[in-house]
């Protein structure tokens, strides 16, 4: 996809958007023949409704307006790989392409959470194809995954908590950040405005 890199920044800033709106960093956005044509923000906290992840929300926004047809030739842009309700919703509304940043097995590693197969392995059961293209800037801007997510898939082993030059945060999200950067330096970690804004994001969960 063109400019997928840029597609992939509006959405970052979007899941940044639904942080300071007080829910889950989550952005999504719809594109045709190179436009905009709607963006959404995960909104499960202000909405009450666990139901209201960003793709859901824009897929529930796109299916009111457009028509099928339309839609079929709509890319979805997602912060993060969809999950198994979003993936879905995607299908059954008509769009033809999925592009996220943040992969599941990423955000599973950092933060834990359900249904974290891959969309494409989902969309593969359906009789419609549907193009799945990410991870997107892997290892750039993504809010989880900054300078957190490279260190991932090398994770062998729990590091000892207090063994080095930090000590892990509370709390059982942020001690797998913590984890997630074993190979690191803490200090330089800390620096990243990613890990800030995880923990910002964590704080502000009250995880
Ligand atoms: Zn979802």
Redesign the pocket.
């Known amino acids: 996809m063109e400019n997928a890199e840029r597609y992939m920044r509006q959405a970052i800033g979007l899941a940044q958007q639904a942080v300071a709106n007080g829910n889950h960093p989550?952005g999504a956005l719809l594109v045709r023949d190179g436009k905009v044509v709607l963006t959404a923000v995960n909104t499960v906290h202000t909405d009450h409704d666990i139901t209201h992840?960003?793709?859901?929300n824009l897929v529930s926004q796109a299916s009111q307006q457009f028509a099928p047809e339309f839609l079929a030739e709509c890319t979805l842009v997602t912060s993060t790989e969809?999950?198994?309700?979003?993936?879905g919703?995607i299908y059954w509304s008509g769009i033809s392409r999925v592009v996220f940043g943040c992969s599941a097995a990423a955000l599973g590693q950092i933060a834990g959470g359900d249904?974290l197969q891959p969309c494409k392995e989902i969309f593969a059961q359906g009789r419609r194809p549907i193009t799945v293209i990410g991870p997107v800037l892997e290892d750039e801007e993504r809010p989880f995954t900054n300078n957190i997510g490279p260190s991932l898939a090398k994770k062998t082993s729990p590091e000892t908590p207090g063994n080095g030059r930090c000590a892990p945060p509370r709390g059982s999200l942020q001690s797998a950040a913590y984890f997630a950067v074993k190979g690191r330096s803490c200090d330089r970690l800390r620096k990243t405005p990613q890990y800030r804004w995880l923990l910002s994001f964590i704080h502000q969960s009250g995880l």
């Not at 992840?53 to 859901?56: F, M, N």
């Not at 969809?82 to 993936?87: L, Q």
Request: proline residues 8%.
């Open positions: 989550f992840h960003a793709e859901l969809p999950c198994a309700m979003c993936a919703a249904f």
